[in-house]
Structures are given as structure tokens and as C-alpha cells.
């Protein structure tokens, strides 16, 4: 489903959150922040490089860490730290670590480091398993609408997107 926000973005809205309420998901307050932190660490503390590497999401350690786009992030080694440090866009997940399902549906909704998808080089992390359920049925086109909605949301707290989103931002996948 792909609508440019209008007089029915209200209806949308209200519809796309009722039907994520209903599949288990809980509606959290928003951040001003463009990075789903928590303490101020992305990822939970989770080592990203570690998604692409060991193919699992594993703990990292505050004394290997990095500063990117604003949040810290924490590694196992040093040599994770070191890759992510030479390379950050290409370990950071996508839209700040939000759920990507969420970003695509206009809103911000912390993502879960437990629920991940490495696609086409790129970390996506999701609220959680039935969440995911739903963002596996299109990830292309749920992509396309995080990655055409990301800009529009970036730095506007979710509490004000629940309101209504920004011009521009479409619903769902593309």
C-alpha cells in the first residue's frame, strides 16, 4: 500500500497502528533522538559488526566502543571496533536502529537486536518477531518506503508522528 499523506493520512495512520498494536506490538513514547538508544548506546550495547561477521548479534564490551551519528556503539574486540571505525556506515543499522517495518509505516519504534536481517549489505533490525513476520512478506518494498520515509522522520519524535507524519511520508512498502 503506497499513499502520499493526505486528507486520508489520518485514517492510514490510525489503521497501520491499530493492526501493529494487534500483532503483539507495543507503542512506545518517542525519542527526539535519530538513533534508538538506550542509555545513550546503540544496539542495546550489541557488537554490529558481529551481524555481518558471526552472523548473530553478540554482547559488546564499553571498553571497545566507537562514537558514530551520535550514539555509542559497543564491541566485542578491538578489531570490530577498528572495522566499524574505518567503515561505519556499513555496520550502522539502518534508520538509526529504529524497527524498519516501523520506519516504512511512518513511525519510530525501537529496534530489537535479537530481531535482525543483514539484506543487501545493510543491518535491519525489527520490534519483534511478528513485526518481522510482516516486514519478510515485502522487504523490498518495505525498504523503499523506510528509505523514502527515513529522511522525513529522522529528528521528529514519534509522539509527534503518531499525530500525523510529514509531508511526504508514505505508508507502508513501495
Known amino acids: 500500500m503506497v499513499r502520499n499523506c493526505s486528507q486520508s493520512r489520518r485514517k492510514l495512520i490510525a489503521g497501520a497502528v491499530l493492526a501493529l498494536a494487534s500483532m503483539g506490538m507495543a507503542l512506545p513514547a518517542g525519542a527526539v533522538t535519530e538513533n534508538s538508544l538506550k542509555d545513550g548506546v546503540a544496539v542495546q550495547g550489541y557488537d554490529v559488526v558481529t551481524y555481518f561477521k558471526a552472523s548473530k548479534p553478540t554482547r559488546g564490551d564499553a571498553q571497545y566502543s566507537a562514537q558514530y551519528d551520535g550514539a555509542t556503539y559497543h564491541f566485542a574486540t578491538a578489531a570490530n ?72 522522520i529522522r529528528s521528529v519524535a514519534d509522539a509527534d508522528l503518531k499525530q500525523g507524519p510529514p509531508d511526504g511520508v508514505t505508508i507502508g512498502a513501495q
Open 81 to 152: 571496533r577498528d572495522a566499524f571505525k574505518a567503515s561505519p556506515a556499513k555496520f550502522a543499522p539502518a534508520y538509526g536502529g529504529y524497527c524498519a517495518f516501523g520506519t516504512a509505516m511512518g513511525r519510530k519504534f525501537p529496534g530489537d537486536p535479537m530481531v535482525w536481517k543483514v539484506r543487501d549489505g545493510k543491518l535491519y533490525l525489527n520490534l519483534n518477531k511478528n513485526i518481522q513476520a510482516k516486514w519478510n512478506e515485502n522487504i523490498p518494498g518495505f525498504i523503499r518506503g523506510a528509505d523514502n520515509n527515513w529522511p522525513r
